[in-house]
């Protein structure tokens, strides 16, 4: 079973970035749609972003232009470039396949607060 590890969270100011990276202990190669998820306190967990093994990208409405997520197949690594963060964007964000089917990680936090 593939094990998934978020990083890069952290507090920054409204309008700063992140760079989240989500590390997998196995190959992603296999998995066709990759993506990230986030869950504020007190919401569901939702997608925010999804790539698929050939590139393509999806994003939600309320991150499109500011996240920009990747993949490296080699590293069996997908990253989420978040810029012009918003307090809204607060809260704890994971990697998983899409639909989701491998084991959760614990997340990253991210707090987006002056």
């Known amino acids: 079973q593939v094990q998934l590890v978020e990083s890069g969270g952290g507090l920054v100011q409204p309008g700063g970035s992140l760079r989240l990276s989500c590390a997998a202990s196995g190959s992603i190669r296999s998995m066709n749609v990759m993506g990230w998820y986030r869950q504020a306190p007190g919401k569901q967990r939702e997608w925010v972003a999804v790539?698929?093994?050939?590139?393509?990208?999806g994003y939600v409405d309320s991150v499109k232009g500011r996240f920009t997520i990747s993949r490296d197949n080699a590293k069996n690594t997908v990253y989420l470039q978040m810029n012009s963060l918003q307090p809204e964007d607060t809260a704890v964000y994971y990697c998983?396949?899409?639909?989701?089917?491998?084991?959760w990680g614990q997340g990253t936090q991210v707090s987006v607060s002056s």
């Open positions: 790539i698929t093994s050939g590139g393509s990208t």
């Open positions: 998983n396949a899409l639909p989701a089917r491998l084991e």
